[in-house]
């Protein structure tokens, strides 16, 4: 015997299928949306479905946008000849957040990991690769300091290396396995001031 009505299972399963949401808070949203006022609802679902068709990837450093280029791609006053490697974008708009980066990103939406299955090519490296042909001075790798972000580095350093391009690394003190949304500014910056050449 089903103890929800099937709609409401849909929607608990739907729910619970999303990152960090157990079948318990996936219950108790389900019940929420069921109980918020239609025109609250009509909204919620059309900002979903207006978020998915409009945001796509930058053209250039590949972050979420609602743009060909994002703002700061766009922005002639960055230095675009430095590149920070990140592992998505939550991680760039904690550096962004600092204030104090200058140069422009590349996304990599992902880090390798022979565990789960995802190769380089399942990254945007090729396109981080095709970045270089232009005038870079330095690749800053940033990736997490997790198993992944240190196997993602390593292999970045080792693709660029043979073009010339100065590879750099942020520095540790950044918690291992840390992520990088949740490190406050402070440390953020020390890492990236304190960054060192692969
Ligand atoms: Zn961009």
């Given at each position: 015997?089903?103890?929800?009505s099937g709609h409401i299972n849909r929607l ?57 280029v994002c703002p700061i791609c766009a922005n ?123």
């Amino acid at each position: 015997m089903e103890l929800y009505s099937g709609h409401i299972n849909r929607l608990i399963e739907e729910l619970a299928a999303l990152p960090g949401i157990g079948s318990k808070s996936a219950q108790r949203l389900a019940f929420h949306l069921i109980n918020m006022p239609q025109d609250r609802v009509n909204r919620l679902a059309n900002t979903i479905m207006e978020a998915k068709a409009n945001v796509r990837y930058c053209s250039q450093c590949f972050t979420l946008t609602d743009n060909e280029v994002c703002p700061i791609c766009a922005n002639q006053k960055r230095n675009h000849n430095l590149i920070m490697v990140v592992e998505n974008t939550r991680d760039m708009t904690a550096y962004e957040k600092t204030g104090k980066y200058e140069g422009v990103y590349h996304v990599l939406h992902g880090a390798i990991s022979p565990m789960l299955g995802i190769g380089p090519n399942d990254i945007k490296l090729k396109e981080l690769m095709l970045r270089l042909k232009e005038d870079v001075e330095e690749v800053i790798i940033a990736t997490n300091s997790s198993l992944e972000g240190e196997t993602t580095a390593m292999y970045i350093s080792k693709l660029i290396k043979p073009t010339g391009v100065k590879v750099t690394r942020i520095a540790s003190g950044v918690p291992v396995g840390g992520d990088l949304e949740y490190i406050d500014e402070v440390t953020l910056l020390r890492a990236l001031e304190g960054r060192v050449e692969l």
